[in-house]
């Protein structure tokens, strides 16, 4: 009997060690691949096999399954990643050209970013008084940063997403490359995820696919109606949980990484860069 | 050095001209001629003796907290100047295309009216929360190596806002050295706008 039951709990042992330990990005979904026939060209996120799959994911898909998927791997606590200010579409755009590939950003409106208005007219401004032809912001050739050589590495030799999340997570904890403060998460690790998906996405707008729809529900909203003298507002808030970055969370209720700047001005209070999440704290979400 | 300097801007603005037949910058000196890209500026003096500045920037107790006075040198290393280095500037270093003279006020100011040959970079476009603050840095001459910057080519600058109780230009200076541009290549023109005006020196609407 003793016997017997030592001998199952070691069984028990094994499994949970086994689930414990086993690769975190195990459990994900279809691989995400764009098909890109307009330049003759296909970009691949292969899966845990190394098969490389045709048509193009729908991206609503894959901006709803974002945030909870993304492979996690704990590691200690207080390292702190390297950041730099390169927006996520840069980013993304430098692989995509790193794979062959000439991705127009798409230009966002006065609406959507503001902040890229303002730094167009700062430049035309320039570029009126030096005489120079100055690069636009929608057109910059950014030099490729060491995160996007490594990342285009990667892809080219058709690694999967855990294996790219370790990679970059690696390099980031030896401080050897920088990368956009949104990719930070609440843990100080790097969110390979929203960068992945933000690549598939732009290939695929690039490629005539429509641009990801907006979440439906968001994961973990709390939302609150405030009365007020006239009228009733709502409020929307989110808690930060482990893992979080500002990017997914974007993603998460926006389904466009390029909308992080909304929530990060709604709690400048609070938060004092965008890679300053922390576990458990209360953003306010502003309506898109 | 900060009062006598209100009080020299005020004396000259409205009492000096009053004697004079003719209101130049100096003596022997009634107007700057200066290309700024491929447009020709003019800067002169209002001939009117009589004239008074009414409106926003006549005011002379703005609430503070807000628009509290500001350093002439809002970080180190940064040079404070007046107006006539400033009309220097225009004709030495933006003719040259080696410098720009920086307009820090938000947009909705900037169109009222600027200094000319003023290039608009709003404060918060320089700030290092803009995404994009980095693609202003190469449009000055900045050039991106591993992992920061190489201001060795970069562009002198001279910044100004509204004026002595106005933080936007401060802002902008502090938002540059704090990305790294050499403070040896920024000048600040705390007077601003205001006291361009009280001068009587001539503003562009863009």
Same mark, same amino acid.
């Given at each position: 009997?003793?016997?017997?039951? @030592?001998?199952?709990?070691?069984?028990?042992?094994?499994?949970?060690?086994?689930?414990?330990?086993?690769?975190?990005?195990?459990?994900?979904?279809?691989?995400?691949? @764009?098909?890109? !026939?307009?330049?003759?060209?296909?970009?691949?996120?292969?899966?845990?096999?190394?098969?490389?799959? @045709?048509?193009?994911?729908?991206?609503?898909?894959?901006?709803?399954?974002?945030?909870?998927?993304?492979?996690?791997? !704990?590691? @200690?606590? %207080?390292?702190?990643?390297? !950041?730099?200010?390169?927006?996520?579409?840069?980013?993304?755009?430098?692989?995509?050209?790193?794979?062959?590939?000439?991705?127009?950003?798409?230009?966002?409106?006065?609406?959507?970013?503001?902040?890229?208005?303002?730094?167009?007219?700062?430049?035309?401004?320039?570029?009126?008084?030096?005489?120079?032809?100055?690069?636009?912001?929608?057109?910059?050739? !950014?030099?490729?940063?060491?995160?996007?050589?490594?990342?285009?590495?990667?892809?080219?030799? %058709?690694?999967?997403?855990? *294996?790219?999340?370790?990679?970059?997570?690696?390099?980031?904890?030896?401080?050897?490359?920088?990368?956009?403060?949104?990719?930070?998460?609440?843990?100080?690790?790097?969110?390979?995820?929203?960068?992945?998906?933000?690549?598939?996405?732009?290939?695929?707008?690039?490629?005539?696919?429509?641009?990801?729809?907006?979440?439906?529900?968001?994961? %973990?909203?709390?939302?609150?109606?405030?009365?007020?003298?006239?009228?009733?507002?709502?409020?929307?808030?989110?808690?930060?949980?482990? %893992?979080?970055?500002?990017?997914?969370?974007?993603?998460?209720?926006?389904?466009?990484?390029?909308? *992080?700047?909304?929530? *990060?001005?709604?709690?400048?209070?609070?938060?004092?860069?965008?890679?300053?999440?922390?576990?458990?704290?209360?953003?306010?979400?502003?309506?898109? | 050095?900060?009062?006598?300097?209100?009080?020299?801007?005020?004396?000259?603005?409205?009492?000096?001209?009053?004697?004079?037949?003719?209101? +130049?910058?100096?003596?022997?000196?009634?107007?700057?001629?200066?290309?700024?890209?491929?447009?020709?500026?003019? /800067?002169?003096? &209002?001939?009117?003796?009589?004239?008074?500045?009414?409106?926003?920037?006549?005011?002379?107790?703005?609430?503070?907290?807000?628009?509290? /006075?500001?350093?002439?040198?809002?970080?180190?290393?940064?040079?404070?100047?007046?107006?006539?280095?400033?009309?220097?500037?225009?004709?030495?270093?933006?003719?040259?295309?080696?410098?720009?003279?920086?307009?820090?006020?938000?947009?909705?100011?900037?169109?009222?009216?600027?200094?000319?040959?003023? /290039?608009?970079?709003?404060?918060?476009?320089?700030?290092?929360?803009?995404?994009? +603050? &980095?693609? /202003?840095?190469?449009? #000055?001459?900045?050039?991106?190596?591993?992992?920061?910057?190489?201001?060795?080519?970069?562009?002198?600058?001279?910044?100004?806002?509204?004026?002595?109780?106005?933080? +936007?230009?401060?802002?902008?200076?502090?938002?540059?050295?704090?990305?790294?541009?050499?403070?040896?290549?920024? +000048?600040?023109?705390?007077?601003?706008?205001?006291?361009? #005006?009280?001068?009587?020196?001539?503003?562009?609407?863009?």
């Amino acid at each position: 009997m003793i016997r017997s039951v @030592a001998a199952l709990f070691v069984f028990a042992v094994i499994l949970c060690g086994y689930i414990v330990l086993r690769p975190s990005g195990a459990g994900r979904s279809a691989p995400a691949t @764009a098909d890109m !026939t307009a330049n003759s060209a296909t970009v691949t996120r292969a899966a845990q096999s190394d098969t490389i799959l @045709a048509p193009v994911m729908p991206s609503a898909q894959l901006t709803n399954s974002a945030v909870i998927q993304a492979p996690r791997r !704990t590691i @200690a606590p %207080g390292a702190r990643v390297p !950041t730099d200010k390169t927006g996520m579409d840069t980013t993304a755009a430098n692989v995509l050209a790193g794979l062959g590939l000439t991705v127009v950003q798409n230009p966002t409106s006065a609406n959507d970013d503001p902040m890229r208005a303002m730094t167009a007219g700062v430049l035309s401004g320039i570029g009126a008084v030096t005489g120079k032809t100055l690069t636009t912001v929608n057109q910059t050739p !950014t030099p490729a940063t060491a995160l996007e050589m490594l990342v285009v590495k990667a892809l080219k030799e %058709g690694q999967n997403d855990a *294996y790219i999340d370790t990679l970059v997570n690696e390099a980031a904890a030896a401080g050897n490359i920088t990368v956009p403060e949104i990719l930070v998460t609440s843990d100080g690790r790097v969110d390979t995820y929203v960068l992945l998906s933000s690549i598939i996405t732009q290939a695929t707008i690039a490629a005539g696919g429509a641009a990801p729809a907006v979440p439906d529900r968001p994961e %973990g909203v709390e939302v609150r109606m405030v009365q007020r003298a006239t009228q009733t507002e709502q409020y929307r808030f989110y808690t930060v949980k482990r %893992g979080d970055s500002l990017g997914a969370i974007a993603v998460n209720f926006y389904g466009n990484v390029r909308k *992080y700047n909304l929530i *990060y001005e709604a709690n400048r209070s609070t938060l004092s860069s965008p890679n300053d999440l922390r576990v458990g704290q209360r953003l306010t979400i502003p309506d898109a | 050095m900060r009062m006598y300097f209100g009080i020299t801007a005020v004396v000259i603005g409205l009492a000096g001209p009053a004697l004079a037949q003719d209101v +130049q910058i100096t003596d022997g000196f009634a107007t700057a001629n200066v290309t700024v890209g491929t447009t020709q500026i003019t /800067i002169s003096r &209002s001939q009117d003796t009589n004239a008074v500045i009414s409106g926003e920037f006549a005011k002379t107790s703005r609430p503070c907290p807000e628009f509290c /006075i500001q350093p002439m040198i809002p970080a180190v290393g940064v040079t404070p100047v007046g107006e006539l280095e400033l009309i220097t500037f225009l004709q030495e270093k933006v003719d040259a295309q080696t410098g720009l003279l920086i307009d820090a006020r938000v947009p909705d100011w900037f169109d009222k009216g600027a200094i000319p040959g003023a /290039i608009n970079v709003p404060f918060a476009a320089l700030a290092a929360e803009n995404p994009y +603050q &980095s693609e /202003i840095l190469r449009a #000055l001459g900045a050039v991106v190596i591993d992992g920061g910057f190489d201001f060795s080519g970069a562009m002198s600058l001279m910044v100004y806002g509204n004026g002595p109780w106005d933080a +936007q230009g401060s802002r902008a200076v502090q938002a540059l050295v704090a990305a790294g541009y050499p403070a040896s290549l920024i +000048q600040n023109y705390r007077g601003g706008l205001e006291d361009w #005006l009280h001068l009587g020196l001539s503003t562009v609407r863009p």
